[in-house]
């Protein structure tokens, strides 16, 4: 009863999500990626840090098929599973 006599108070305002919306993957384009991440997940007990692997190439999956707007992956907080550049002595280049 006392939230209805709140005249005072702004009225709630939706808005959109910041990196706009996240379509559902109605054609299973990644399913089996999201199958392995959610195994992973639940055989570490929902510890998702233990499932980066997984998450990230869930991600990739719904990247390439248009299901979410291109990141980069060290924006998304995985740098530290990129593969590094390539050495000068791996491109073989001399110095």
């Known amino acids: 009863m006392s939230t209805a006599m709140n005249f005072g108070s702004k009225a709630f305002k939706p808005r959109a999500p910041d ?24 055989e570490n007990s929902f510890d998702n840090s233990r499932c980066r692997l997984q998450s990230k190439n869930y991600l990739e999956c719904r990247m390439d098929n248009q299901l979410m707007a291109k990141e980069p992956l060290e924006k998304l907080g995985f740098r530290d599973l990129m593969d590094p550049p390539p050495s000068p002595e791996a491109r073989g280049s001399k110095p």
Do not use: N, Q, V, W
């Not at 384009?29 to 997940?41: D, G, I, P, S, V």
């Open 19 to 42: 990196k706009g919306s996240f379509p559902l993957d109605h054609f299973g384009e990644c399913k089996a990626f999201k199958e392995t991440f959610m195994k992973c997940l639940r």
